[in-house]
T-cell receptor, first 113, second 114 residues
Framework: DAGITQSPRHKVTETGTPVTLRCHQTENHRYMYWYRQDPGHGLRLIHYSYGVKDTDKGEVSDGYSVSRSKTEDFLLTLESATSSQTSVYFC????????????FGSGTRLTVV | GNSVTQMEGPVTLSEEAFLTINCTYTATGYPSLFWYVQYPGEGLQLLLKATKADDKGSNKGFEATYRKETTSFHLEKGSVQVSDSAVYFCALSDAGAGSYQLTFGKGTKLSVIP
């Protein structure tokens, strides 16, 4: 779906380095979310945003930070990457325009070595 | 807090077999319920949803009924096809919490063999 894009699609990084993942939307949705997907765990919420500069923690927020300086972009930063953060990361958006139905990005596969 | 429990997989069925994937939930408010599907290498797509008790969601031959009395939202399809092979996630959204965040089950992998 062209309304939401994630970058990069794949990344390999070294333990201890900072990493930033980007989610970009063209739908003007209020709510944006970062989830991680791991085998046996389904999808777990990391952080979410309910407006520009308004963010809150999810279930598994330790080691992650987020920023939303404009409606279109929601950045997820791994402050010091660890092997336990190897995962597939999905961004999602929702808002009144879609009656709060979710649209997911295609995911970013992150490997921390 | 909110939680979703769905049957563990993997599930392997022959083409044209009947499919049921069980899902139960725990929620403090009055959630909306969803089934999402994930095909290999892709993101999640909404399959169907129900927003209140006794609602039936349906799409592409799949159905699920919101049962408040049993806190369940089981996914069914009368005749599966090879193209239905994917991972299926049950989820709930509690709008009363204000964040519209989804809580997911762990997913059930379905493989349909010819």
């Amino acid at each position: 779906d062209a309304g939401i894009t994630q970058s990069p699609r794949h990344k390999v990084t070294e333990t201890g380095t900072p990493v930033t993942l980007r989610c970009h939307q063209t739908e003007n949705h209020r709510y944006m979310y970062w989830y991680r997907q791991d085998p046996g765990h389904g999808l777990r919420l990391i952080h979410y945003s309910y407006g520009v500069k308004d963010t809150d923690k999810g279930e598994v927020s330790d080691g992650y930070s987020v920023s939303r300086s404009k409606t279109e972009d929601f950045l997820l930063t791994l402050e010091s990457a660890t092997s336990s953060q190897t995962s597939v990361y999905f961004c999602a958006i929702t808002g009144r325009q879609t009656n709060y139905g979710y649209t997911f990005g295609s995911g970013t596969r992150l490997t921390v070595v | 807090g909110n939680s979703v429990t769905q049957m563990e997989g993997p599930v392997t069925l022959s083409e044209e077999a009947f499919l049921t994937i069980n899902c139960t939930y725990t929620a403090t408010g009055y959630p909306s319920l969803f089934w999402y599907v994930q095909y290999p290498g892709e993101g999640l797509q909404l399959l169907l949803k129900a927003t209140k008790a006794d609602d039936k969601g349906s799409n592409k031959g799949f159905e699920a009924t919101y049962r408040k009395e049993t806190t369940s939202f089981h996914l069914e399809k009368g005749s599966v096809q090879v193209s239905d092979s994917a991972v299926y996630f049950c989820a709930l959204s509690d709008a009363g919490a204000g964040s519209y965040q989804l809580t997911f089950g762990k997913g059930t992998k379905l493989s349909v063999i010819p």
